[in-house]
Nanobody
Framework: QVQLVESGGGLVQAGDSLRLSCVASGHTFSSYVMGWFRQAPGKERQFVAAINWKESITYYADSVKGRFTISRENAKNTVYLQMNSLKPEDTAVYYC???????????????????WGQGTQVTTSS
């Protein structure tokens, strides 16, 4: 049974940092792209960042570039999202996802991800 379990969300003030974790189990994700998405109330789920397991190639949405860093720890089947300089507009439920594809043009599209976690809430107050 495939599981992606996120943790690390919380309530912080603008300018603070948080680190989200996503532990993957039940499947071999060595060829998968791991991504982070977020969804704010009343808005569509949007791409945040992604990382290729093998080469550690990373991708970011323009809105988080320079503030967020995605990384992975293969031995623990874990992907992290380090979020610095948080802003109120970063408030959302953050989801971890896994997709079996290789075309980098596909990283930001939800339909290319096969497995999803349950999400973790991040709230940034001004």
């Amino acid at each position: 049974q495939v599981q992606l379990v996120e943790s690390g969300g919380g309530l912080v003030q603008a300018g603070d940092s948080l680190r989200l974790s996503c532990v993957a189990s039940g499947h071999t994700f060595s060829s998968y792209v791991m991504g982070w998405f977020r969804q704010a109330p009343g808005k569509e789920r949007q791409f945040v960042a992604a990382i290729n397991w093998k080469e550690s190639i990373t991708y970011y949405a323009d809105s988080v570039k320079g503030r967020f860093t995605i990384s992975r720890e293969n031995a623990k089947n874990t992907v992290y999202l380090q979020m610095n300089s948080l802003k109120p507009e970063d408030t959302a439920v953050y989801y971890c996802a896994a997709g079996d594809y290789s075309d980098p043009d596909m990283v930001s599209s939800i339909v290319n991800y096969d497995y999803w976690g349950q999400g973790t809430q991040v709230t940034t107050s001004s």
